[in-house]
């Protein structure tokens, strides 16, 4: 089968790889019919050393299961199934808890000898706890795109604002007009905030954010971006900021904008170990740091049915599409900002 795997930044490559087969009796093998590329993905795209050694690449994805193993009781060959972008048995503790991505048994994709979903096919461990099954749903759905969010945009959105308790009574500022930014706005306005500030720079997508719920868009950063939504929320900041980027400066930005005794929620993967945490920062004015990455099986079936009853269209968030064998560009459209989120079809 064809595969996309990164060689070393900048350098993506789809190459023939071995078709995946069923190894364990709890695994199922999964033909792709729809993946995209993550904002994250564009973290090794930038550092990844090249060793000559290639990874395979992705993490979210819908797909029909294609074979099973002797143990999978919950999927069967021909099931429309989402999965989410770690791999979980949905049994042990954690997962009862609705932390999958801190399973006992699980991980995640493009590790060890498990696969990615910008592929043709994926060999999922665990199937029964990883995989959704969406009936009634073909491969030619309009709804395929805001499906694939579940995978990991929607749900990493919708976790940042369960961390950062949004409630009807909070006002929000969302850090980061990528797709996860946007899902953020989505996720806030769904839990009933009314103000939800959006911090962005790119008009096209700032737009998407007022379509999705976003009451105020500010386009400034640094000093000037804080004061402005700190004008917004009658010089006090919102409750809750929730941070879609991961780097330095968006932390900041965070500390910048957040109302005494309010909560920085972040699922913007940090590119930082270090920050500030002390009295001026989170202690003297009580600040809650939370967040993390998103169990976004968890959330699959809180958010499905308004995607399948069309209240909600995360699925805009996709403005390009492309074949598998157009996945380098697909990087580089994401890289240079000329594309939000790119949807693959194998
Ligand atoms: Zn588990």
New binding site residues.
Partial sequence: MRAAYMYGAGDVRVIDVPDPAVKHPTDAVVRVIRSCICGSDLHPYHNKPATGEGTSMGHEFLGIVQDTGPEVGTVKPGDLVIAPFAW?????D??REGL?TS????GFWNAGDVGGGQAEAVRVPLAD?TLVPVPGIDENSPLLPSLLTLSDVYGTGHHAAVKGRVTPRTTVTVIGDGAVGLMAVLSAKRLGAEQIILMGRHTDRTDLGREFGATDVVAARGAEGIAEVRDLTGGDGTHVVLEAVGHMPAYEQALGVVRAGGTISRVGVPQYEQAPVGFSTLFGPNITLTGGPAPARAYISTLLPDILDGTVNPGKVFDQQISLDQTPAGYQAMDNRSALKVLIRP
């Fill in positions: 979980s048995d949905g049994t042990c954690f997962c999958q399973c006992r048994h699980g706890g």
